[in-house]
Protein backbone atom coordinates (compact mmCIF):
# COMPACT_ATOMS: atom_id res chain seq x y z
CA UNK A 1 0.00 0.00 0.00
CA UNK A 2 0.69 3.73 -0.09
CA UNK A 3 1.58 4.06 3.31
CA UNK A 4 1.99 2.28 6.98
CA UNK A 5 -1.25 0.36 7.56
CA UNK A 6 -2.14 -0.59 11.05
CA UNK A 7 -4.73 -3.01 12.28
CA UNK A 8 -6.93 -2.69 13.77
CA UNK A 9 -7.52 0.68 14.35
CA UNK A 10 -9.62 0.06 17.54
CA UNK A 11 -9.20 -2.21 20.38
CA UNK A 12 -11.60 -2.85 23.36
CA UNK A 13 -10.72 -5.86 26.02
CA UNK A 14 -10.65 -6.93 29.10
CA UNK A 15 -8.21 -6.65 31.63
CA UNK A 16 -6.00 -10.04 31.78
CA UNK A 17 -6.07 -10.61 28.02
CA UNK A 18 -3.76 -10.57 25.38
CA UNK A 19 -3.73 -8.45 22.66
CA UNK A 20 -1.84 -8.24 19.39
CA UNK A 21 -1.26 -5.15 17.11
CA UNK A 22 -0.10 -5.72 12.97
CA UNK A 23 1.55 -3.27 11.29
CA UNK A 24 2.30 -3.64 8.09
CA UNK A 25 4.82 -0.95 6.60
CA UNK A 26 5.63 0.37 3.37
CA UNK A 27 6.76 -1.77 0.92
CA UNK A 28 10.54 -1.88 0.80
CA UNK A 29 11.40 -0.21 3.97
CA UNK A 30 13.77 -1.37 6.36
CA UNK A 31 13.57 0.17 9.44
CA UNK A 32 10.17 0.36 11.72
CA UNK A 33 9.74 1.45 14.48
CA UNK A 34 6.80 1.06 17.53
CA UNK A 35 5.66 4.21 19.26
CA UNK A 36 3.14 4.69 22.63
CA UNK A 37 0.96 7.86 22.87
CA UNK A 38 -0.73 8.19 26.26
CA UNK A 39 -3.08 10.67 26.88
CA UNK A 40 -1.56 14.01 27.43
CA UNK A 41 1.91 12.46 27.05
CA UNK A 42 4.25 12.67 24.34
CA UNK A 43 5.17 9.77 22.23
CA UNK A 44 6.67 6.69 24.23
CA UNK A 45 9.44 4.74 22.06
CA UNK A 46 8.91 1.51 22.08
CA UNK A 47 10.86 -0.96 19.90
CA UNK A 48 12.90 -0.70 16.55
CA UNK A 49 13.71 -3.04 13.90
CA UNK A 50 16.20 -2.88 10.94
CA UNK A 51 16.74 -5.16 8.35
CA UNK A 52 17.83 -8.41 9.84
CA UNK A 53 19.43 -7.02 12.70
CA UNK A 54 18.64 -8.23 16.49
CA UNK A 55 15.78 -5.56 17.50
CA UNK A 56 16.22 -2.49 19.72
CA UNK A 57 13.91 -3.53 22.76
CA UNK A 58 15.17 -0.93 25.09
CA UNK A 59 11.73 1.02 24.94
CA UNK A 60 9.65 -2.20 25.97
CA UNK A 61 7.78 -1.19 29.45
CA UNK A 62 7.82 -4.80 30.60
CA UNK A 63 8.36 -8.28 30.14
CA UNK A 64 4.67 -8.17 29.11
CA UNK A 65 5.51 -6.58 25.88
CA UNK A 66 6.79 -8.22 23.01
CA UNK A 67 7.38 -7.61 19.31
CA UNK A 68 8.30 -9.38 16.04
CA UNK A 69 8.80 -8.47 12.18
CA UNK A 70 8.26 -11.31 10.05
CA UNK A 71 10.06 -11.63 6.77
CA UNK A 72 11.53 -7.98 7.25
CA UNK A 73 7.61 -6.66 6.74
CA UNK A 74 4.67 -7.25 9.01
CA UNK A 75 5.52 -6.82 12.49
CA UNK A 76 3.46 -7.35 15.55
CA UNK A 77 3.15 -5.90 18.89
CA UNK A 78 1.96 -8.40 21.81
CA UNK A 79 1.10 -7.30 25.45
CA UNK A 80 0.15 -10.03 27.23
CA UNK A 81 -2.09 -9.69 30.43
CA UNK A 82 -2.77 -6.11 29.84
CA UNK A 83 -2.97 -3.80 32.45
CA UNK A 84 -5.01 -0.55 32.26
CA UNK A 85 -2.12 1.62 32.06
CA UNK A 86 -1.80 -0.29 28.63
CA UNK A 87 -4.74 1.90 27.45
CA UNK A 88 -2.81 4.03 25.03
CA UNK A 89 -2.32 4.77 20.99
CA UNK A 90 0.17 2.52 19.40
CA UNK A 91 1.89 3.81 16.15
CA UNK A 92 3.69 1.86 13.90
CA UNK A 93 6.01 3.90 11.70
CA UNK A 94 8.44 3.06 8.73
CA UNK A 95 11.78 4.12 7.00
CA UNK A 96 13.72 3.35 4.48
CA UNK A 97 16.67 2.45 6.03
CA UNK A 98 18.13 3.52 9.58
CA UNK A 99 20.64 5.87 8.15
CA UNK A 100 18.03 8.62 8.01
CA UNK A 101 17.53 8.23 11.75
CA UNK A 102 13.76 9.27 11.06
CA UNK A 103 10.66 7.42 11.24
CA UNK A 104 9.95 9.38 8.31
CA UNK A 105 6.18 7.59 7.86
CA UNK A 106 3.61 6.95 10.98
CA UNK A 107 0.32 4.71 10.41
CA UNK A 108 -2.55 6.30 11.79
CA UNK A 109 -2.36 3.70 15.11
CA UNK A 110 -4.17 1.48 16.92
CA UNK A 111 -5.99 2.60 19.94
CA UNK A 112 -6.05 0.51 22.83
CA UNK A 113 -8.11 0.63 24.87
CA UNK A 114 -8.39 -1.97 28.36
CA UNK A 115 -11.44 -2.15 30.68
CA UNK B 1 20.10 12.79 28.31
CA UNK B 2 18.31 14.56 25.36
CA UNK B 3 14.83 15.95 25.81
CA UNK B 4 12.61 18.39 24.16
CA UNK B 5 10.35 20.74 25.67
CA UNK B 6 7.26 22.61 24.48
CA UNK B 7 6.27 25.36 27.01
CA UNK B 8 2.43 25.64 25.05
CA UNK B 9 0.00 23.25 25.67
CA UNK B 10 -2.35 25.25 23.31
CA UNK B 11 -1.68 27.81 20.86
CA UNK B 12 -4.11 30.03 19.40
CA UNK B 13 -3.80 31.50 16.40
CA UNK B 14 -6.28 33.68 14.10
CA UNK B 15 -6.51 32.59 9.88
CA UNK B 16 -3.79 34.59 8.19
CA UNK B 17 -1.83 35.70 11.01
CA UNK B 18 1.45 33.88 11.37
CA UNK B 19 2.35 31.75 13.72
CA UNK B 20 4.97 29.98 16.18
CA UNK B 21 4.67 26.66 17.95
CA UNK B 22 7.78 26.68 20.64
CA UNK B 23 10.21 24.33 21.06
CA UNK B 24 13.17 24.29 22.91
CA UNK B 25 15.81 20.96 23.35
CA UNK B 26 18.38 19.99 25.78
CA UNK B 27 21.30 17.29 24.14
CA UNK B 28 25.03 17.25 24.41
CA UNK B 29 26.74 17.77 21.04
CA UNK B 30 25.15 18.51 17.91
CA UNK B 31 21.03 18.15 17.85
CA UNK B 32 19.43 16.47 15.21
CA UNK B 33 15.85 18.21 15.65
CA UNK B 34 12.34 17.61 13.90
CA UNK B 35 9.01 18.32 13.73
CA UNK B 36 6.14 16.39 13.22
CA UNK B 37 2.17 17.18 12.98
CA UNK B 38 -0.79 14.72 13.73
CA UNK B 39 -4.00 15.50 12.02
CA UNK B 40 -7.26 13.92 14.24
CA UNK B 41 -7.50 10.25 14.23
CA UNK B 42 -4.11 9.97 11.89
CA UNK B 43 -0.61 9.15 12.42
CA UNK B 44 2.34 11.67 12.61
CA UNK B 45 3.68 13.68 9.93
CA UNK B 46 6.85 14.31 9.49
CA UNK B 47 7.52 18.32 8.77
CA UNK B 48 10.99 19.16 8.52
CA UNK B 49 14.59 18.51 10.47
CA UNK B 50 17.63 19.80 11.50
CA UNK B 51 20.69 18.33 11.19
CA UNK B 52 23.25 20.89 10.03
CA UNK B 53 23.81 24.00 7.97
CA UNK B 54 21.29 26.55 7.22
CA UNK B 55 19.49 27.47 11.21
CA UNK B 56 16.62 27.89 8.74
CA UNK B 57 14.94 24.46 7.74
CA UNK B 58 11.93 24.84 5.18
CA UNK B 59 9.82 21.78 5.28
CA UNK B 60 6.29 20.68 4.00
CA UNK B 61 2.84 22.88 3.76
CA UNK B 62 4.79 25.68 4.22
CA UNK B 63 6.11 25.48 7.56
CA UNK B 64 9.42 26.43 8.84
CA UNK B 65 11.83 26.37 11.91
CA UNK B 66 14.65 27.88 13.17
CA UNK B 67 17.47 26.70 14.91
CA UNK B 68 19.16 28.81 17.74
CA UNK B 69 22.12 27.32 18.99
CA UNK B 70 22.52 30.35 21.88
CA UNK B 71 18.93 29.94 22.78
CA UNK B 72 18.87 25.74 22.16
CA UNK B 73 15.72 26.34 20.75
CA UNK B 74 14.00 25.10 17.72
CA UNK B 75 10.34 27.03 16.69
CA UNK B 76 7.97 25.91 14.28
CA UNK B 77 6.76 28.92 11.93
CA UNK B 78 4.58 30.07 9.49
CA UNK B 79 3.93 33.29 7.59
CA UNK B 80 0.27 32.60 7.18
CA UNK B 81 -1.68 30.41 9.12
CA UNK B 82 -4.60 28.12 7.94
CA UNK B 83 -7.62 26.79 9.31
CA UNK B 84 -6.26 23.59 8.02
CA UNK B 85 -3.39 23.30 9.77
CA UNK B 86 -5.14 22.86 13.37
CA UNK B 87 -3.50 19.67 14.43
CA UNK B 88 -1.19 18.55 17.39
CA UNK B 89 2.48 19.39 16.48
CA UNK B 90 5.55 17.86 18.23
CA UNK B 91 9.01 18.51 18.65
CA UNK B 92 11.80 15.19 18.85
CA UNK B 93 15.14 15.22 19.10
CA UNK B 94 17.33 12.28 18.02
CA UNK B 95 19.10 9.76 20.14
CA UNK B 96 22.18 10.89 20.04
CA UNK B 97 23.53 7.85 21.52
CA UNK B 98 22.07 5.33 18.69
CA UNK B 99 20.14 5.98 15.28
CA UNK B 100 17.17 4.15 17.02
CA UNK B 101 14.94 6.59 18.62
CA UNK B 102 13.50 9.97 18.91
CA UNK B 103 12.67 11.70 22.27
CA UNK B 104 9.30 13.25 21.46
CA UNK B 105 7.77 16.93 23.36
CA UNK B 106 4.46 16.21 24.99
CA UNK B 107 2.91 18.41 21.81
CA UNK B 108 1.08 21.74 21.16
CA UNK B 109 -2.54 21.88 20.09
CA UNK B 110 -2.49 24.84 17.53
CA UNK B 111 -5.83 26.21 16.52
CA UNK B 112 -6.32 28.57 13.62
CA UNK B 113 -9.45 30.44 14.16
CA UNK B 114 -11.25 31.54 10.98
Known amino acids: GAGVSQSPSNKVTEKGKDVELRCDPI?????LYWYRQSLGQGLEFLIYFQGNSAPDKSGLPSDRFSAERTGGSVSTLTIQRTQQEDSAVYLCASSLSAGAGVPGHFGDGTRLSIL | AQSVAQPEDQVNVAEGNPLTVKCTYSVSGNPYLFWYVQYPNRGLQFLLK??????LVKGSYGFEAEFNKSQTSFHLKKPSALVSDSALYFC????????????FGTGTRLTVIP
Open chain 2, 50 to 55: YITGDN
Open chain 1, 27 to 31: SGHTA
Open chain 2, 92 to 103: AVRDITGANNLF
